[in-house]
């Protein structure tokens, strides 16, 4: 099985600063039709989780340009270039590419200084 | 737009079984490969199980695998999840999730429910 894992566990944050979650996978997720099958999703307090970024680094329909996705193979990186309060919450990477099973990160707690 | 309600859960008993149910609106639900993936309290998500568009290919977590089974109604657009044998930490969120794909060889989760809250304790 894959093994995902995030850093740091949690991570506190001046308004207007960024922020940088890493993820890393215990081998390569490029699948053989050359795309990589990593995803990121935010889940704020007390909400379900909602998918920000998918394939290294496309971003959702309605995702505010301030998160960024970036990578290859092993090591992926989601950015928040200027955190804003409404940003708080847990941040999980999920490949997708090994599977069963799909595999998840163990979660990055994102809150504000 | 995508919506996916659950419902079904509740206090159970160890040993004892549970049916969950996703309820989907807003897409074609017969264009998508369907998962289940749980949140015990406090903790992180982890991957229960995932059936094809057509329900005949199903894949299992080894944590529920013999216990647990996935289905799907297309004719209702509804998605199952049976739990039998429940064990105290079973106790999670279940949340039901779509998948881009219809199934095959990658996974690509986009849209989850709410969630439906499963405790098992006696």
């Known amino acids: 099985d894959v093994v995902m894992t995030q850093s740091p566990l949690s991570l506190s944050v001046t308004l207007g600063q960024p922020a940088s979650i890493s993820c890393r996978s215990s081998?390569?997720?490029?699948?053989?039709?050359?795309?990589?099958?990593l995803t990121w999703f935010q889940q704020r307090p007390g909400q379900s989780p909602r998918r920000l970024i998918y394939?290294?680094?496309n971003r959702d329909s309605g995702v505010p340009d301030r998160f960024s996705g970036s990578g290859s193979g092993t090591d992926f990186t989601l950015k928040i270039s200027r955190v804003e309060a409404e940003d708080v919450g847990v941040y999980y990477c999920?490949?997708?590419?090994?599977?069963?099973?799909?595999?998840f990160g163990g979660g990055t707690k994102v809150e504000i200084k | 737009q995508v919506q996916l309600v659950e419902s079904g859960g509740g206090v159970v008993q160890p040993g004892r079984s549970l049916r969950l149910s996703c309820a989907a609106s807003?897409?074609?639900?017969?264009?998508?490969?369907m998962h289940w993936v749980r949140q015990a309290p406090g903790k992180g998500l982890e991957w229960v199980a995932l059936?094809?568009?057509?329900?005949?290919?199903?894949y299992y977590a080894d944590s529920v695998k013999g216990r647990f089974t996935i289905s799907r109604d297309n004719s209702k657009d509804t998605l199952y999840l049976q739990m039998d044998s429940l064990r105290a930490e079973d106790t999670a969120v279940y949340y039901c999730?779509?998948?881009?794909?219809?199934?095959?060889?990658?996974?690509?989760?986009?849209?989850w429910g709410q969630g439906t809250l499963v405790t098992v304790s006696s």
């Open positions: 999730a779509r998948d881009f794909n219809y199934g095959g060889v990658i996974v690509e989760v986009d849209y």
């Open positions: 807003g897409f074609t639900f017969t264009s998508h490969a």
């Open positions: 059936t094809w568009f057509d329900g005949k290919k199903k």
């Open positions: 081998q390569s997720l490029v699948y053989s039709d050359g795309s990589t099958y």
């Open positions: 394939k290294v680094s």
């Open positions: 999920m490949q997708g590419t090994h599977w069963p099973p799909p595999s």
